[in-house]
């Protein structure tokens, strides 16, 4: 008697735990959820084919935010800039000869750096062809703020596809099983 009462103790403990442990993981209205290596997608729109396009993922944690998103895009694309070149980035260029999609898999060494630096979040700054007005935050077509708070993104998450266009990066979560 003493031993099934033992084993049924011990399987409520465990199932505790295990719920417990469950409910921590999962996404709380207005807490923060876990940071995450989310893989992301970076393709051309058709429309700037044969173009030149420059786009920098740059990680930056929570202090760093306001910064970026008030930091002049015109400054950063011009050669030579301090804050573009201390930044901890993962740089892809797209020319008329190169194809039009690549991706920055959640394994790519880029991710332990951003992760030393507790970042939150990825900037995609890109260098769009024509003129563009400086503008705060993701107003400016060059530049979109990603989370990486997975409870960001719709349950089943698993990549976020980024299209750049004329108009500015575009950005759609992938879902999966």
């Not at 999962?26 to 396009?53: D, F, M, R, Y």
């Not at 935010?65 to 950063?76: G, I």
């Not at 959640?106 to 332990?112: F, K, L």
Request: some cysteine.
């Amino acid at each position: 008697m003493k031993k099934i009462f033992v084993s049924l103790l011990s399987a409520v403990l465990l199932a505790s735990v295990v719920l417990g442990v469950a409910g921590c993981a999962a996404c709380k209205p207005g807490k923060p959820g876990p940071i995450t290596n989310i893989p992301l997608q970076i393709a051309l729109a058709s429309s700037l084919e044969g173009k030149s396009v420059t786009v920098d993922l740059v990680g930056v944690n929570k202090p760093g935010r306001e910064r970026w998103e008030a930091y002049s895009m015109t400054k950063y694309w011009k050669d030579g800039d301090p804050f573009r070149a201390t930044a901890v980035k993962k740089t892809f260029n797209f020319t008329s000869t190169s194809a039009l999609s690549t991706n920055l898999p959640a394994t790519d060494a880029v991710w332990p750096k951003w992760t030393s630096q507790a970042a939150a979040y990825v900037f995609v700054l890109v260098d769009l062809p024509g003129a563009h007005p400086d503008q705060i935050g993701s107003l400016d077509a060059r530049r979109q703020l990603l989370s990486l708070d997975l409870c960001d993104w719709p349950p089943g998450t698993k990549q976020l596809k980024i299209v750049i266009t004329e108009g500015g990066p575009q950005v759609t979560p992938v879902l999966g099983k």
